[in-house]
């Protein structure tokens, strides 16, 4: 039997790892040599990247160490994952992660669609969320025991393609470069303890703000790349071309998917998507129209595409070539990320009874550390910030208490890469808008936590959630949110109430918008 760490490929072995929490040590050395084996007879000798190799590697030294440390034969679920106390089982346990892998698996379709916007592959970008997301999961499960999933997050991918690589005119490996940094400060300021002082600095107004404009964001950029919406010269913006039969077939997905969640429908965005691809397909064959989703040559890839790994090394020269623009960046992607996560975090361990009497969660942490080294090595494998995913109380809903969860969905979103084919030829923008817009409908629900009638409050929630909109820019409505929220304060006369970070935050901003002006 070949040595655990002496294998000469090291390609596939992602995919046994996923598996080991089911089986003894010896079932697990078996696995091993068989996926070794089979990688030899299928794929080509270099097929990965040298980091790609890396990064597997320390995957599989990781999940030794926590699973198979102690090197007793038959380690249980048990142990990994306290089902006994958790109140719950194998079986439902595994359930809710197929039923939450379903919830969030229209990422794989929707994140290579917008990042090919920002100029990325989008088989590269596909890999790369796929990969990301298992990985980040299974860390979730093993480290948190958090019923929580991962994947690349909506509203910080438009970020990412929309606002930094558009607006700002950086390339993609300049925002990947961002984008790591920014993952490694998360994971700093989750294991010191300013993560709390930043979250009582910024007020709750303002981070429910910030969510619902993304969410309006992210449904405006789905009407127009689907072409419901399309620019004009007298009013910037009009109704598109309602005979183009691809706005059509966005129509239709959108009120299909509507439709799904009014009904509760289990999964409702995937299999809206879902439906919208096949009559996509069915109508493209039947009546030849272009542009619409289509059957691939082949179902099943086994010639990964990672051309992006690494490629964030490329960016820090062009990040930090302007100090200012980095720190904007670099606090775009840590304040989405953070707030996301930090909000699914208590979503979820609020219905699972995690959370204490002082209103702490448990292992919260590590949960935060988990989501951060998600964010580390989605970067580092050519993808936008990985978040902890809302969806995941999907998952929850059906009995999930455990990381057994996670790692299941984890495990699901490992062997989609096998179906990249499909997801590439029948995920188009048609197919995304249904996402986008519903996705954005569930996160502007965030607008009824803003006290209305208090107009510091109204102001600030309204400039936000406008900014982002009209200048088309993320980052640019948070600078405009806080710099109206001091104001509003200060106008009635509660300005010590305003934390110094949002002085200094608003400070900054204001220099980020004049300095242009002068240059």
Known sequence: ???????????????????????????????????????????????FQTTMEAYIRILRVAVFFFVLGDRKEGIMLEKLFKLNVKQTSVKTEVIAGI????????????????????????????????????????????????????????????????????????????????????????????????RKAII??????????????????????????????????????????????????????????????????PAAVFVGMVITAVIGIVCGAAFGLKGMPA???????????????????????????????????????????????????????????????????ENVERALVADAVGTVAGAALGTSTVTSFVESTSGVEVGGRTGLTACTTGILFFVSILFSPIVLSAVTNAVTAPALVVVGILMAQ???EIEWDNMVYATAGFITVLMMILTYSISNGIAFGFIAYAIAMTAAGKTKEVHITVWVLMVIFLIYFALPQFM
């Open 1 to 47: 039997m070949k040595n655990l760490f002496l294998l000469s490929d090291l390609r596939v072995i992602l995919l046994a790892n996923c598996f080991i929490f089911v089986y003894n040590v010896q079932v697990y050395r078996n696995i091993v040599y068989t996926f070794d084996m089979m990688v030899k007879a299928f794929l080509p000798e270099n097929q």
């Open 99 to 194: 039923t939450t892998f379903l919830a969030m698996a229209y990422i794989l379709g929707v994140n290579p669609s917008i990042l090919h916007d920002a100029g990325m592959d989008r088989a590269s970008v596909f890999m790369a969320t796929a990969i990301s997301a298992g990985f980040a999961s299974i860390v979730m499960g093993l480290v948190a025991n958090y019923p929580v999933a991962l994947a690349a997050g909506m509203g910080v991918n438009a970020l990412f393609a929309y606002t930094i690589c558009g607006q700002m005119g950086m390339s993609w490996q300049a925002a990947l470069a961002g984008v790591f940094i920014s993952g490694l400060i998360f994971i700093v300021i989750s294991v010191t303890g300013i």
């Open 200 to 265: 009582n600095a910024i007020p709750k107004q303002l981070k429910m703000a910030i969510g619902a404009g993304i969410g309006f964001f992210i449904a405006f950029v789905g009407l127009k790349n689907a072409g419901i919406v399309a620019g004009s010269a007298s009013t910037f913006v009009t109704i598109g071309n309602f005979a183009d039969p691809q706005v059509l077939l966005a129509l239709f997905g959108i009120l299909l998917t509507i439709a799904l969640l009014v009904k509760k429908v």
């Open 295 to 361: 059957l691939p040559d082949t179902f099943f890839e086994m010639n990964f595409h990672l051309n992006a790994a690494g490629s964030f090394m490329d960016g820090f020269g062009e990040l930090f070539a302007n100090p200012l623009n980095a720190f904007v960046v670099i606090f775009s992607f840590l304040f989405v990320d953070f707030f996301d996560t930090a909000g699914t975090l208590v979503a979820v361990a609020n219905r699972i009874g995690l959370v204490n009497e002082k209103g702490e969660l």
């Open 446 to 448: 965030q607008l009824k």
